[in-house]
T-cell receptor, first 110, second 114 residues
Framework: DAKTTQPTSMDCAEGRAANLPCNHS???????VYWYRQIHSQGPQYIIH???NNETNEMASLIITEDRKSSTLILPHATLRDTAVYYC???????????FGSGTRLLVRP | DTEVTQTPKHLVMGMTNKKSLKCEQH?????MYWYKQKAKKPPELMFV???????INESVPSRFSPECPNSSLLNLHLHALQPEDSALYLC?????????????FGAGSRLTVL
């Protein structure tokens, strides 16, 4: 599976958009990009995933560059409850393996 | 039911004890996973069961013994653990592997080995 690179930490103000970047320059054509988050002492929570196209759901939007070498997770109106570690993961569509990298620790400030 | 339930939430055991962690899901998922998470580190994959058969073992020491008695249940049997095995143990399930395969995680079992 391709490796991902994320900033160690970020912060944003409550009510503003949080844009979390992820680099996955070695991604192959049949690898999906997944985003999960983990709020302190809880299990990871699925947010969104995509293959080639941009995706949006009730939690977030996922923007994937045309060359697929990077992506951005957008939380449109961050709240204090969005403070968490956010993991960007690239995974083969035929694989059971979901391997977590170091993630980005997002702090939403009041 | 869209949950993965793990019991117990907390477990303290000595190095000579035998204990088990349990995981249950009723979403009809056919893949189940065990992850281990140390403090301030990302979750590490341990085992994957697919259709009740062990599919992946990430070179986990034999003192950890997984079991999948049926499609809804996953156990992790613990024996002769070391203090460094203290961690949060996470169970997850997913419907299948082909295409997008979203994992649903439980809240975890926090294990302390004395």
């Amino acid at each position: 599976d391709a490796k991902t690179t994320q900033p160690t930490s970020m912060d944003c103000a409550e009510g503003r958009a949080a844009n979390l970047p992820c680099n996955h320059s070695t991604i192959s054509g049949n690898e999906y990009v997944y985003w999960y988050r983990q709020i302190h002492s809880q299990g990871p929570q699925y947010i969104i995933h995509g293959l080639k196209n941009n995706e949006t759901n009730e939690m977030a939007s996922l923007i994937i560059t045309e060359d697929r070498k990077s992506s951005t997770l957008i939380l449109p109106h961050a709240t204090l409850r969005d403070t968490a570690v956010y993991y960007c993961i690239v995974r083969l569509d035929s694989s059971y393996k979901l391997i977590f990298g170091s993630g980005t620790r997002l702090l939403v400030r009041p | 039911d869209t949950e993965v339930t793990q019991t117990p939430k907390h477990l303290v055991m000595g190095m000579t004890n035998k204990k088990s962690l349990k995981c249950e899901q009723h979403m009809g998922h056919r893949a189940m996973y065990w992850y281990k998470q140390k403090a301030k580190k990302p979750p590490e994959l341990m085992f994957v069961y697919s259709y009740e058969k062990l599919s992946i073992n990430e070179s986990v020491p034999s003192r950890f013994s997984p079991e999948c008695p049926n499609s809804s249940l996953l156990n992790l049997h613990l024996h002769a653990l070391q203090p460094e095995d203290s961690a949060l143990y996470l169970c997850a399930s997913s419907p299948h592997s082909s295409g997008a395969n979203v994992l649903t995680f439980g809240a975890g079992s926090r294990l302390t080995v004395l």
